[in-house]
């Protein structure tokens, strides 16, 4: 992505280079305690875990009803 943002525009490329490096550096440097606090780390999840109850429902049943179809 970094590559198709900097041939629409160099500095705008650049900078969002330079952004996620930065990033990723001040990430490397946090603690494991610390990485719970990055954001959308606590998207999805509940006290029962990840995701919700009826969402992991809905994904069972989808792999099921997907498997349910008719060979050629």
Same mark, same amino acid.
């Given at each position: ?8 525009? =160099?500095?705008?490329?650049? %900078?969002?280079?330079? !952004?996620?490096?930065?990033?990723? @550096?001040?990430?490397? $440097? ?11 780390? =606590?998207?999805?999840?509940? %006290?029962?875990?990840? !995701?919700?109850?009826?969402?992991? @429902?809905?994904?069972? $049943? ?11």
């Amino acid at each position: 992505m970094i590559d198709h943002f900097t041939q629409a525009d =160099e500095d705008y490329g650049r %900078r969002v280079k330079e !952004g996620i490096e930065m990033k990723m @550096k001040e990430m490397k $440097e946090m603690k494991d305690v610390e990485l719970d606090k990055v954001p959308g780390r =606590e998207s999805g999840k509940t %006290r029962y875990g990840q !995701g919700s109850l009826n969402a992991n @429902k809905a994904a069972d $049943e989808a792999s099921k009803k997907g498997h349910e179809a008719d060979p050629y």
